[in-house]
């Protein structure tokens, strides 16, 4: 499916960020000893997701600006993943493939955004914040 504008970007955004926040939070769910501590990913996720909702809310006049060709979305989805279902590595190794994938996705719509300077920085930014999300599962 082909994100053609601001609007299916930034939605596609929401949709990662709201992937984390529900796999991190099934997670931290299970925390025990052995198991790694997602508490802080919970909370940086739920920033991350309300961070893309800013962006769109106060840029929805650039949803009706240009058209974006050749950006879809199919490379940076993945299926649901229950960590009940993973070991303390396994869920780890999924939080890890999620962030690789979201880092990919903000640094590709940001270079597509690049004409809206605003959004494109935010966009850099949630990198960012992944970024720092590696380092803590990374250890």
Same mark, same amino acid.
């Given at each position: ?7 299916? @970007? ?53 949803? @009706? ?17 229950? #960590?009940?279902?993973?070991? #303390? ?9 999620? @962030? ?40």
């Amino acid at each position: 499916m082909p994100l053609v504008n601001f609007g299916s @970007i930034l939605g596609f955004a929401e949709e990662l960020e709201q992937q984390h926040l529900d796999f991190y939070t099934k997670a931290a769910a299970l925390g025990s000893s052995g198991q790694p501590d997602f508490s802080p990913l919970v909370k940086s996720a739920k920033k991350k997701r309300n961070e893309v909702r800013r962006i769109r809310r106060e840029n929805v006049t650039e949803m @009706i600006l240009e058209t974006i060709s050749g950006f879809v979305r199919e490379p940076f989805v993945m299926a649901d993943c229950d #960590p009940e279902t993973l070991s #303390p590595a396994g869920q780890v190794e999924q939080a890890l493939a999620m @962030i690789d994938r979201s880092l990919e996705y903000y640094e590709a719509a940001a270079l597509k955004l690049a004409g809206q300077a605003e959004v494109a920085r935010g966009l850099k930014q949630l990198k960012k914040k992944h970024q720092k999300d590696r380092k803590i599962l990374a250890g």
